[in-house]
Nanobody, 121 residues
Framework: QVQLVESGGGLVQAGGSLRLSCAASGSIFSINVMGWYRQAPGKQRELVARIVNDGTTIYADSLKGRFTISRDNAKNTLYLQMNDLRPEDTAVYYC???????????????WGQGTLVTVSS
């Protein structure tokens, strides 16, 4: 089972940018869907964005135009470019691979440990 490690979080002022990375321990070439979620203090975890291997992306409505998800299969890495950050974007950001069937085998959902993004006003 692939393991995921996020990096790139930190403290940034409102209006700033950060780029999160999610490094997979193995090949992501055969992993069709990957995504980013976030969980703010006292709130439920929510979807930020997903990307399919064919390049199709979906975003939470409130984040369209500010966040960009991408993947580099050659580097086994998922990215999240975050621009024009706002204090309400403060959260722990998690990388995710949904449960999937591949090659007749069930692979369970995978989460990274998360990376904290703090946006100051």
């Amino acid at each position: 089972q692939v393991q995921l490690v996020e990096s790139g979080g930190g403290l940034v002022q409102a209006g700033g940018s950060l780029r999160l990375s999610c490094a997979a321990s193995g090949s992501i070439f055969s992993i069709n869907v990957m995504g980013w979620y976030r969980q703010a203090p006292g709130k439920q975890r929510e979807l930020v964005a997903r990307i399919v291997n064919d390049g199709t992306t979906i975003y939470a409505d409130s984040l369209k135009g500010r966040f960009t998800i991408s993947r580099d299969n050659a580097k086994n890495t998922l990215y999240l470019q975050m621009n024009d950050l706002r204090p309400e974007d403060t959260a722990v950001y998690y990388c995710n691979i949904p449960a999937r069937l591949w090659g007749g085998r069930l692979f369970l959902e995978v989460w990274g440990q998360g990376t904290l993004v703090t946006v100051s006003s």
